[in-house]
């Protein structure tokens, strides 16, 4: 089955600064991948998805990039900011239903 | 525009209580509708999800159940909670299997 695992489960970067989250997922078959960010004692919001037939999408200082061939995509966010400290989640589709990541707690130093 | 509503925002209760979680969605039809546990310091644990009235899939044996009586209403439900049962509840929906927008989520502390 699938799963979906981050490279780290903690991330501290300097406001101003860019972030890069990683994950890695095992199904080759997912077609369809999300980020979300949790804040504290909040449900998971919605950042950006993208679907396999892409290898790259951008939002607003966001960009998710998608590698198939190994197995991986990341979320860049551009020019921290103090509220972009969060967890965040991958989320890869797998036999119609999503498989979160454990997430990686991105902290942003002053 | 669609908006998810969960109830309580926080809640304790004694070992052995029961438990109903109500969540509601407004602005769609027909939803697929998610149960998700989050223990602290946690990812996501998907409990239950339904794709229409009375239909209900349980991914984990445990001591909750769901049910959906209303197109739009998912209930999380338990007859005696244990201490396990604690942690942070959330609801979310989706159209078909595709993105899921997640509610506000329930704080169930189980003393």
């Known amino acids: 089955g699938e799963s979906v695992g981050l490279h780290l489960p903690t991330l501290s970067v300097q406001e101003g600064d860019n972030s890069i989250i990683n994950c890695a997922y095992s199904n080759s078959a997912s077609d369809y991948f999300i980020w979300y960010k949790q804040e504290s004692g909040k449900g998971p919001q919605f950042i950006i998805d993208?679907?396999?037939?892409?290898d790259k999408r951008q939002g607003q200082r966001v960009t998710v990039l998608l590698n198939k061939t190994v197995k991986h995509l990341s979320l860049q966010i551009a020019a921290t900011q103090p509220g972009d400290s969060a967890v965040y989640f991958c989320a890869g589709m797998g036999a119609q239903k999503l498989v979160f990541g454990q997430g990686t707690r991105l902290t942003i130093n002053p | 525009s669609q908006t998810i509503h969960q109830w309580p925002a926080t809640l304790v209760q004694p070992v052995g209580s029961p438990l109903s979680l109500e969540c509601t969605v407004e602005?769609?039809?027909?939803?697929?509708l998610y149960w998700y546990r989050q223990a602290a310091g946690r990812g996501l644990q998907l409990l239950f999800y339904?794709?229409?009235?009375?239909?209900i899939s349980s991914e984990v044996p445990q001591n909750l159940s769901a049910s959906r009586p209303q197109d739009r209403q998912f209930i999380l439900s338990s007859k005696k909670l244990l201490l396990s049962d604690s942690g942070f509840y959330l609801c979310?929906?989706?159209?078909?299997?595709?993105?899921?927008?997640f509610g506000p989520g329930t704080r169930l502390t189980v003393l």
């Open positions: 339904s794709v229409g009235i009375g239909q």
């Open positions: 602005g769609t039809s027909n939803p697929n």
């Open positions: 993208i679907r396999s037939n892409m």
């Open positions: 979310a929906w989706s159209v078909h299997a595709d993105t899921q927008y």
